[in-house]
């Protein structure tokens, strides 16, 4: 087994982190007539045992609007309005909506989105009716730890808000030396009361297993301005871990619940559920519980799946220093030291 959590403190708490959950096209049909609950298989008591969930939501969700055509678009993505059902099924408490689908279906299928989550008691972050408001943290709270969670792409330009239009946090990841959040922002959030800042990114291209050395550099200087974990997403490919002190990168945390054709070699149907152990100083202790997406269903890897998963990502973490130790549940890496 890991071993078991120093929690003792009273303000520990246990974060669930997971990638890319995708509830439109061919899982949106199967939303009227299946439990909510079965969409999360047999994850579900681990995503429930945590104190926070916190997801990219690779969709709008929406029963309003038409399919993005201003320009080119391959895949468009929009789950009917039941799909906050299998979100609060996980008790997911944020949503990140900084990628390249929120805006699939128009505007109106975003405020929609925006409406659904906020009356579902979901705090959500990176998009919104102009760029300021795309701008703003969510927080919310895990046990009695203040979370405030950033969320930005550079995906999808044309999705990007403005100060006149919704849409997007859209970043320029080439600003190594300036990025955004600043630390000025995360400060404010400190000062704010928030105990954990976390920054989701959706950023980079998709089906690549290792960040460019400009995208490392810029979630390191995220890292840098004060973020304690970042929640990368993008790839639908699970990357390395990065510990840096009791900071975390997620490089990029893959793919978690969709209804995408599995490439035999990349295997974007292999991810984990990356549970966190954080207190005021930071995090603690992660631990990786590998999972196996089948068509609209995810759950936890068992046989040679499971030792497959836990060997990439071991030797994946190895290129950012992380020595992840093997145990039943999967992976774990202890975290200490200055960032």
């Known amino acids: 087994m890991c071993a078991a959590p120093d929690c003792e403190d009273t ?59 201003r320009t080119p678009k391959v895949f468009h993505f929009c789950a009917a309005p039941g799909a906050v059902n299998v979100l609060q099924a996980a008790r ?46 969510a927080r919310f709270r895990a046990k009695r730890l203040a979370i405030s969670a950033f969320s930005l792409t550079d995906n999808e330009p044309p999705f990007a808000a403005t100060s006149e239009r919704p849409g997007t946090c859209y970043v320029d990841s080439d600003s190594v030396s300036d990025p955004w959040p600043k630390a000025d922002d995360i400060a404010a959030e400190r000062a704010a009361g928030a105990d954990i800042v976390v920054v989701s990114a959706h950023l980079g291209p998709n089906m690549v297993t290792r960040p460019s050395a400009r995208l490392r550099a810029f979630k390191r200087a995220l890292v840098q301005a004060g ?33 995408y054709a599995v490439d035999p070699l990349m295997r974007n149907d292999w991810s ?17 519980r590998p999972v196996v997406l089948n068509f609209a269903e995810v759950n936890l890897a068992h046989g040679e799946a499971f030792d497959s ?19 039943a549940e999967g992976l774990e890496l202890r975290l200490n030291g200055d960032s």
Not at 108 to 122: E, P
């Open 92 to 137: 997911v408490r944020y949503v990140s909506l900084a990628n390249n689908h929120v805006l699939d279906y128009g505007e109106d299928a975003l405020r929609d989105t925006l409406d659904l989550l906020d009356d579902a008691g979901i705090t959500h972050a990176g998009a919104g009716e102009t760029l300021e408001q795309a701008q703003q943290p």
């Open 11 to 69: 303000r520990c708490a246990k974060l669930a982190i997971v990638g890319d959950v995708m509830l439109g096209r061919l899982v949106s049909r199967e939303i009227a007539s299946r439990d909510p609950e079965s969409f999360w298989g047999d994850t579900l008591p681990l995503l429930l045992g945590a104190d926070a969930v916190l997801i990219n939501l690779e969709c709008a969700i929406s029963d309003r609007g038409a399919p993005w055509m």
């Open 309 to 327: 998963i836990c060997e990439r990502m071991s030797e994946q973490s190895k290129l950012f220093g992380a020595q992840l130790q093997r145990c």
């Open 272 to 288: 984990f559920v990356f549970l966190l152990d954080v207190d005021p100083r930071g995090i603690r202790r992660l631990v990786l």
């Open 227 to 259: 973020a304690d974990i970042i929640h990368g997403h993008s790839a639908h490919v699970f990357q390395g871990v990065e510990p840096l002190g009791r900071r975390v990168i997620l490089h990029d945390t893959g793919d978690f619940l969709d209804d």
